[in-house]
Every structure is written in C-alpha cells, then in structure tokens.
C-alpha cells in the first residue's frame, strides 16, 4: 500500500500534537501483546511487524519493539512501554504496570468490548484502527444486499429438498438503502450499494457531505427515512445512543419486502422483533454477521427463522491482510508523532468511538 501525505500533513500550520511537547526518548519503546488463546492470523507477530516497517524505514528504525503472547510478557513489556499495541489485554493491570503508557492502539475499530474506560489510565489516549475493515465489508453488503434480492435462503432451502421451483426478482437499480453509521464499515455498505445503482440515505450525528451517499440524514429524521429503505445496512458501533436502535417499531416502518444487513453489533439491533419480523413474512430477508452473544447459542432462534443467513462474525476482516493493514495504519501514526502531527482514529471516550 503505498504511502500518500494528505495535505494536513504538508500544511506548514497544521495543528501540533498534544503530545508535541512530552520528551521523547531515542527510540519509543512500543509493546505487542497477543491475547494467549489468539486465533493465529491474527497474532501480533515479530515477522509481520518488521515485513510492515519496511515500507517505513525512517519510522520503524526509531521504535524498540517488544512482543508478548502470556500475561507474564506482557507484565514485563510494559514496565517501560510508552505505547501498546494490541485488542485484547490485562486492562486492570495497565496503570499500575505501564507507568510510561502514552497511548494504545487497537488492532480493530469497535470499542465496546473495552467500555466503560475507567481503566485507562489519567492521560493515556486510545487509537483505533479505524479503516482496516473496509475493503472486506464492501464486499460483505454486496453479498448481503444481493443474497437477500435473488431470494438465495429459499432458493437453498429449495435445493436441499430437491425441489425444482422458481423464484424469480428483478434488478437491484433503483431501490434505495439506508446506511446506519458512515464509518470505515459504513463506507464500505455505502459504495456498495452505489456500486449496485441503488440511492443511499446516510444516517450519522454530523451533515458532512460523504462521497456514496446521495442524502444525508439526522438521528432524529430516522423514522422518516425508514419507509424508503429498501434495505436498511447496519454499520454503526455499539454505544449508548445506538444499542437497540432498530426495535420493533423501527422494523415495522419498513417496506414490505424490505431486508436487513447487519456487519456493526449484533445489539442494535432487538433480535426478538428480527425473527418476528421475518416470521411474519413483512422483511424478506436478513444477513447478519453479528449478534449477541457471541458465539451464538445453538438454542436461539435466530438460527432457524425463515430467509436469515448467519456468518460468524466474518463478514469483515481481510484474514490475509488484516494485521499488516492494522500495523501499516499504526505506523502512520508513529510517523505523525514523529513530526509533532495529530494522531488519527482517537477515541472519544464520551462518545464512545
């Protein structure tokens, strides 16, 4: 991937970071820490760490990594971290443990599994690696979005029983989706249904313009806008405001016929008005690659309500590239603190993301 400057970067005047002024040492002192039981793509290894630095020389060459996979290294890596980068780890520990932590940075977008932040320590800020799933989840809603139009659970339900028997729809062009949350995840269902010829409405707290969306709309315009939804894609992280966002009545404002795409969290959404809805025959169909709990227990019915598909909390990650993008997206950011530039991908710790 390579590496372009964005014209806050080149600006002479752009803002300094807050941490401009904190001394820095020769070289900062980063710590990797993968959780014990990490499935092992996505293990913050030595190999890919320093594979990924070489597309920053000038950056990687002034951090003194260390790595950890147990509590016991992570203990002592972070005695003299000043950044850590990692998804899941002993947050308890971190300020009795990491005295010099100025920042970490999570491989991964949602913040949820680390709410309420009463354990970051004073100070301490938190990054995320907002961006990463983007690619992935483009192609998820186009399979989402298309998979729920052709009809394909009944079509393999058909299959299964060896019935010969159409369904038969029209093209997607022309309908209309409404896009929940217009993030990393979300730009990958906006382009996606652009891709496809559809109208997108946006749903997001702030009217800045975004290049796949036709129209934007505000929180308190969403019932509104639910009955143009053709398709309503769920991209929006899990906080205060969002979690059980769609509900019953929410689901009932949709069209007939309308179909559900959710690659956010599996909670905002009530999953007892989904099957009914499904059930009742009024949505044709949903995809889900979250829901709550996961895993899924085997007894939820959620598994055998009519026209669901349910992924496993797949839907977005690049199994490939996934921690090489993350690193690149940290490296970025060591490269902004370098030059005294603002970090990209805070957390807004009131706001939740």
């Known amino acids: 991937m390579p590496r372009n400057e964005s014209a806050e970067d080149q600006h002479s005047d752009a803002p300094r970071d807050p941490l401009a002024g904190v001394p820095r040492s020769p070289a900062l002192r ?21 594979a990924a630095g070489r597309e920053f020389p000038d950056v990687f060459g002034r951090l003194a990594p260390t790595y950890s996979d147990d509590f016991r290294g992570f203990r002592e890596g972070m005695r003299d971290a000043e950044v850590l980068i990692g998804w899941k780890f002993p947050r308890e520990a971190l300020i009795e443990a990491a005295p010099r932590l100025r920042w970490i940075q999570l491989v991964g977008a949602g913040v949820d599994h680390l709410a309420p932040f009463d354990w970051l320590p004073p100070g301490v800020r938190l990054l995320t690696a907002s961006g990463v799933h983007t690619g992935k989840s483009f192609e998820y809603f186009l399979l ?5 139009h052709t009809r394909l659970r009944r079509l393999m339900r058909r299959q299964r029983r060896r019935r010969w028997s159409k369904i038969q729809t029209g093209t997607v062009p022309g309908k209309t989706a409404l896009v929940i949350g217009l993030g990393a995840v979300g730009t990958g269902a906006a382009r ?8 997108v409405l946006g749903y997001r707290r702030s009217a800045r313009p975004h290049e796949h969306c036709d129209e934007l709309v505000a929180p308190e315009d969403l019932h509104r806008a639910l009955p143009c939804a053709d398709y309503l894609l769920l991209a929006a992280p899990l906080t205060r405001e969002t979690l059980g966002l769609i509900g019953e009545r929410e689901l ?3 069209p ?9 969290r599996g909670r905002l ?5 989904l099957v009914a809805a499904l059930e009742s025959g009024r949505l044709a169909g949903a995809f889900l690659d979250v829901v709550w709990p996961e895993p899924h227990p085997p007894e939820s019915p959620l ?17 490939e590239q996934y921690i090489p993008l993350c ?6 950011n060591f490269d902004r603190y370098f030059r005294g530039l603002p970090l990209r991908n805070e957390v807004d710790l009131e706001l939740g993301y």
């Open 327 to 332: 690193y690149r997206i940290a490296l970025r």
């Open 30 to 50: 980063v710590h990797l820490a993968t959780d014990d039981p990490e499935y092992i793509p996505y293990r913050l290894d030595r190999t890919r760490f320093e």
């Open 192 to 199: 996606a249904a652009k891709t496809l010829g559809m109208r």
């Open 252 to 254: 009932a404002l949709l």
């Open 256 to 264: 007939e016929g309308a179909g559900l795409v959710n690659l956010g």
């Open 144 to 148: 989402g979005i298309l998979a729920i």
């Open 303 to 319: 598994w055998e309500a009519p026209n669901l598909i349910l992924t496993p909390h797949v839907g977005a990650d690049d199994i």
């Open 269 to 273: 959404v009530s999953q007892p008005a």
